[in-house]
């Protein structure tokens, strides 16, 4: 399959077009794309990749400008979307089409031919052997012909000698895994371009409708409208979760469950669904899985004047498996200062040396632990507000009489005053949130579908045995050979063995 | 004594066996060090035929593998050093099976203390696939005398088993319910049965390497005199790896069902995932090396050797280091 290796220079435009044709379809370049793509998704598993982890990608640009400046440049923190990964990627996939299309012509015109003429030598093959016989040839022929039709090989018969083959199914199956690795492509193009998918936490007791607002965050191929957003809803009724209370990996998550009801479309029937991990909720072609949750502590702040400032559920972050979590609360309409607070919620809190954090996933023993800011009031500039973190311009941190910064632990129900009669905050109780993914993957049926043919053709392709057997019939001598055409066979010297019993028949044995 | 507490003393012992078979068959090897080549056996005789020719050398049939191993080899030394060389082979082979149904107790007790198949943490999956390799051996070995790999298999089981027991140990616990997933039992058997066969098969393309090179240089002495021709032992890895590589298709494709239902994804590019498809990437570039010319032979048995270290990289090496890499932000 290899080109010749005429220099490139001399040929015209059209030749030359060929020649690189000849070398981008052979078996080489196909090996050698093989292996530059398994290097090239190296980088990507031991770099932060910006899709999976930002957060790790912007740590590792403040821990190292220089390097992360390089690796930036050459796309390292976007490996799998990068132009040289995708150049790769691309070259083979038109080497495979450019190797696919042709051997389809050959397996067409090898499916039509004969078995190849009988070789003259046959003593030259892997395994041969060979008898004296006597008796009429045409009926030693015969037998031949149908022990091999029997044992489904294709005969061609000459004059006093036979070709057999058998396998075609190989090159077949070849075809198939290599047309479907196609197929698994395209599907995933197709995915990647008409697909979304986001996320949004969502309180326990509240719903979430399919709209572009009510996510968090959402991603989306080129082809992707709103419009493609199914319209359904979902009320979040209730969430049960369980831990691992023995002493092996203590609070390991062991059981989850997400009490939902579905509304389809607009105007449906509610249904109700538990959601559990490998039991995502399925409406039409989306998914909603339950990817997290966590915490979100009800707190109640008023102000200075006694009014309330700000008044629900805050939901924090988890940061370990315990789900010690961090979050704000931004009580912006205090006065006469504006308010602001940020620290932890612990489920099973407790402090010690390394600080305030929780010691079991569970809420055992809620606290929060807060540190607390006061300033000027702010006027609405219209810019959003991160409601994870506090901006802290303008804000001044309240202190203790000696000067050391104000922190204080609540438990549920307790009231905290802040200094100066500048207000108090309460902690009311907490309640849960989950974080749903809702995800949309067009081209994923289609996707398996090539997957598993792909499986069954590289079994074909792997575990059928093309083999060639001849048998030339002289007067009195015998000659049977055989050849394997690849290494998955075994027992080649038995069939020529029984082959050659089958063409002396019955007269020999007599002998 | 519970259960956890006899498995993971079985394991102990069954490392300390499998030591004890690769010391038999160090002596073994360094015994054989008279033997020489025999010559190249004759075609197996079609038994009704009179004078059958047999030209060339057979194309890998079991006869092939069976040419010079076990009882066979070495006909050239003396009777006496063929008579040791073949006891320490037995004795190895005796310590093999041994430490194998050890092993095999030791398996099955751990799956009794944790109530579930023995296969939901690296300990357990090193120990599982590892029992899995002996017993396919045992079984090749039986039908095919194969003990010219007892060596390498003796002591992969053992360093195998010490670091089950050691590094990768982990008491029993339930399953995280990510894991409660009839896609995760396929993938997870199937990936322990084709890393079992990827594994005898890099160790039989290191064994293909050096003999191929004593045969070139005529020097086939000592213990690989008793190594089956280069010829056969490249085709038994080949169809380790062919055996091996639809397996693993199903592995990775049964592992993305997976993913679609525990995460809603069937393919993040995490780093199991990643080096899962450089290890397919590799053993497909293998397959298509055997059947470009001048990539047969010894460059494709080098493949087959990355391909198998790859496996144990990605089963083993991504979760020792490259997850700590990417948890250094905690
Ligand atoms: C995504 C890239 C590819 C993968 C994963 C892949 C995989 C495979 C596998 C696993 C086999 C083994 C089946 C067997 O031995 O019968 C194979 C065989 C083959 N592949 Fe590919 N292939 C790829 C691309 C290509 C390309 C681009 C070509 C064209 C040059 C090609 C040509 C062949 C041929 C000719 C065989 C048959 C070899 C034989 O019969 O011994 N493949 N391929």
Redesign the pocket.
């Known amino acids: 399959?290899t080109g010749d290796k005429t220099r490139a220079s001399a040929l015209t435009p059209l030749e030359f077009a060929r020649f690189l044709w000849t070398q981008l379809?052979?078996?080489r370049?196909?090996l050698s794309?093989?292996f530059l793509?398994a290097l090239a998704a190296i980088p990507g598993s031991l770099i932060p990749q910006r899709p999976v982890s930002p957060a790790q990608v912007d740590k590792f640009l403040t821990d190292n400008p220089r390097l992360g400046g390089v690796y930036e440049a050459l796309g390292l923190f976007n490996v799998y979307t990068s132009p040289w990964f995708s150049a790769i990627y691309l070259l083979?996939?038109i080497?495979?089409v450019?190797?696919?299309i042709p051997?389809c012509f050959v397996y067409a015109r090898a499916l039509r031919a004969e078995p190849v003429a009988v070789p003259s030598r046959l003593d030259r093959m892997p395994v041969s052997a060979s008898a004296p016989r006597s008796g009429s040839a045409a009926s030693a022929l015969d037998r031949g012909e149908a022990w091999l039709k029997q044992h489904r090989y294709r005969v061609r018969r000459e004059r006093g000698a036979l070709s057999a083959e058998r396998g075609y199914l190989?090159?077949f199956?070849?075809l198939v895994?290599?047309i479907s690795?196609v197929f698994l492509l395209i599907g995933i193009t197709w995915t990647v371009t008409f697909g979304y998918r986001g996320t949004s936490n969502v309180l326990v007791g509240q719903g979430f409708s399919n709209t572009l607002t009510q996510y968090d965050e959402i991603s989306s191929g080129p082809a992707f409208t709103d419009a493609d957003l199914a319209p359904f809803s979902v009320v979040v009724e209730d969430f049960e979760a369980q831990f691992e209370q023995g002493e092996v990996n203590t609070g390991q998550p062991r059981e989850f469950a997400l009490l939902t009801r579905v509304v389809d479309e607009p105007g449906a029937q509610p249904r109700e669904y538990v959601i559990r991990l490998n039991e995502p909720l399925e409406v039409r072609n989306t998914q909603i899985h339950l990817l997290g949750h966590g915490y979100a502590p009800q707190m109640t702040v008023r102000d200075g004047d006694g009014n309330i400032a700000w008044q629900g559920p805050s939901m924090f972050m988890p940061q370990d498996g315990n789900l010690t979590s961090t979050g704000v609360i931004n009580a912006v309409d205090a006065r006469p200062e504006r308010l602001g607070f940020e620290g932890f919620f612990l489920p099973t809190g407790t402090v010690d040396e390394m600080g305030p954090r929780s010691l079991f996933p569970d809420a055992l023993k809620p606290q929060v632990f807060l540190t607390a800011y006061h300033g000027p009031p702010k006027h609405e500039t219209g810019v959003p507000t991160n409601v994870h973190t506090l901006d802290k311009n303008g804000l001044e941190q309240f202190s203790r009489p000696d000067g050391s910064p104000l922190a204080f632990k609540m438990d549920v129900g307790e009231t905290v005053e802040l200094p100066d009669g500048r207000g108090t905050i309460t902690f009311d109780g907490y309640q849960r949130w989950v974080r749903l993914q809702v995800s949309h993957q067009p081209g994923m049926g289609f996707t398996l579908a090539s997957v598993i043919v792909a499986v069954l053709g590289?079994c074909l392709?792997?575990f059928v045995r093309p083999r060639r057997l001849w048998v030339r019939v002289d007067d009195d001598r015998l000659d049977v050979a055989g050849l394997d055409r690849?290494d998955a066979r075994t027992g080649l010297a038995d069939e020529v063995e029984q082959l050659a019993e089958s063409v002396l028949g019955e007269e020999t044995r007599h002998d | 004594m519970d259960y956890a507490e006899f498995s993971f003393q079985a394991m102990v012992v069954a490392a300390v066996v499998y030591l004890f078979a690769g010391a038999a068959h160090t002596v073994e090897w360094a015994a054989a060090k008279n033997a020489t080549a025999e010559p190249p056996k004759k075609r197996r005789r079609v038994k009704v035929l009179v004078g059958a020719a047999g030209g060339r050398d057979e194309m890998g049939d079991e006869a092939g593998l069976e040419a010079r191993a076990g009882d066979g080899g070495a006909r050239r030394e003396t009777e006496n050093d063929r008579l040791r060389v073949d006891q320490f082979g037995r004795v190895g082979l005796a310590f093999t099976t041994v430490a194998f149904f050890v092993h095999l107790a030791a398996v099955v007790t751990r799956g009794l203390a944790a109530d579930r198949a023995p296969w939901a943490n690296m300990h357990e999956f090193t120990a599982t696939s590892l029992a899995l390799l002996v017993g396919a051996y045992l079984v090749m070995n039986l039908k095919w005398s194969m003990r010219w790999l007892g060596l390498f298999v003796a002591l992969f089981s053992s360093i195998g088993l010490g670091l089950a027991v050691t590094v990768f140990y982990v008491d029993v616990s339930p399953l995280v319910p990510s894991l409660h997933s009839t896609w995760f039992m396929f993938h997870i058997s199937a990936a322990m049965a084709s890393g079992s066969a990827f594994t005898v098969g890099a160790i039989a393309s290191v064994l293909y390497i050096v003999r191929e090179r004593a045969e070139r240089r005529g020097e086939v002495r000592g213990y690989l005199a008793k190594l089956p021709d280069s010829r056969a032992i490249d085709t038994f890895a080949y169809r380790c790896a062919?055996f091996a590589?639809p397996m693993f298709t199903f592995v990775i494709a049964a592992g993305a069902i997976w993913a679609q239902y525990a995460w809603g994804r069937y393919w993040g590019w995490d780093p199991k995932e990643t080096w899962s498809l450089i290890t397919?990437?590799v053993?497909?570039a293998y397959?298509?090396a055997?059947?470009t010319a001048g990539w047969r032979g010894t460059p494709a048995a080098i493949i087959s050797i990355i391909g198998g270290l790859l496996f144990w990289w990605n089963y083993v090496g991504i979760n020792l280091f490259v997850q700590g890499l990417h948890s250094y932000a905690k």
Do not use: K, P, Q, V
Request: proline share 0%.
């Open positions: 399959m379809t052979s078996m370049t196909a794309l093989l793509g083979l996939l080497s495979l450019g190797c696919i051997r190989r090159e199956g070849n895994f290599h690795l590289l392709s792997l690849a | 062919a590589f397919w990437a053993y497909a397959l298509h055997r059947s």
